[in-house]
């Protein structure tokens, strides 16, 4: 029996304008892992699910993040909101 893969968590830190930005979405079971909807300046490490990067843009972003195993079954797919502020907040 394989296990689908598993998105654990789908919340996202709230991030600024100008400021550094990470955020790791826990996964198990996942080798490989997707975002769509970033901000400008973040991305998603294809091998670390981590969100990283510096926000270009502000606003609120509507995001799906989810991860594929070995054998290339997508785990559950989690959709939350970033948030990031004005670089003068």
Do not use: Q, R, W
């Amino acid at each position: 029996m394989v296990l689908k893969p598993t998105l654990v968590t789908g919340t996202f830190y709230k991030g600024k304008v100008g400021t550094s930005y990470s955020h790791t979405t826990a996964f198990t079971g996942c080798t490989k892992y997707y975002a769509n909807g970033l901000p400008a300046g973040l991305s998603m490490g294809e091998t670390t699910g981590a969100i990283t990067g510096t926000p270009t843009e502000s606003g609120e972003f509507s995001v799906s993040v989810y991860g594929v195993d070995t054998y290339g079954n997508m785990s559950n797919v989690i959709t939350g909101t970033i948030e990031i502020e004005p670089a003068s907040v």
